[in-house]
């Protein structure tokens, strides 16, 4: 009987590894073809404090982190990206954040994921102007 429970005890504990180490406690992403941990990974691994996650036939998909900060954090992060690009914002409405270039207008959503890390949805033009 105790060999039974040092087994359970020990395959319990290899089963709570796993999931930690693959970070499947995050909730899943909206992106098919990339899991939390990666996701997470790239951002680290990243110099800028957004990284591109997944590229989607009519967007684009980010992640940064919001480091206790608030929402806030994660609309300025998006500004300073887009605006490197020659995008200048316009407004903020809801999720939504708006910019124009050559009288052309872009779309970013941003979504909450966890309570670190946020998503950024853009539109796929943002690359091609």
């Given at each position: 009987?105790?060999?039974?429970?040092?087994?359970?005890?020990?395959?319990?504990?290899?089963?709570?590894?796993?999931?930690?180490?693959?970070?499947?406690?995050?909730?899943?992403?909206?992106?098919?073809?990339?899991?939390?941990?990666?996701?997470?990974?790239?951002?680290?691994?990243?110099d800028?404090?957004i990284?591109?996650?997944?590229?989607?036939?009519?967007?684009?998909?980010?992640?940064?982190?919001?480091?206790?900060?608030?929402?806030?954090?994660?609309?300025?992060?998006?500004?300073?990206?887009?605006?490197?690009?020659?995008?200048?914002?316009?407004?903020?409405?809801?999720?939504?954040?708006?910019?124009?270039?050559?009288?052309?207008?872009?779309?970013?959503?941003?979504?909450?994921?966890?309570?670190?890390?946020?998503?950024?949805?853009?539109?796929?033009?943002?690359?091609?102007?």
């Amino acid at each position: 009987m105790r060999k039974v429970g040092m087994i359970l005890g020990l395959f319990i504990a290899v089963i709570a590894v796993f999931v930690f180490i693959n970070k499947l406690y995050y909730p899943s992403l909206p992106i098919d073809d990339i899991s939390a941990k990666e996701a997470i990974d790239k951002l680290k691994e990243s110099d800028s404090k957004i990284a591109e996650i997944a590229v989607e036939s009519d967007s684009i998909w980010y992640i940064t982190s919001i480091e206790n900060k608030g929402i806030s954090i994660a609309d300025e992060n998006i500004k300073q990206m887009i605006g490197s690009d020659g995008w200048g914002f316009k407004e903020k409405d809801g999720t939504g954040l708006f910019f124009e270039k050559d009288g052309k207008r872009l779309i970013a959503t941003t979504q909450m994921w966890t309570k670190k890390y946020v998503l950024v949805k853009v539109q796929n033009k943002f690359n091609n102007l």
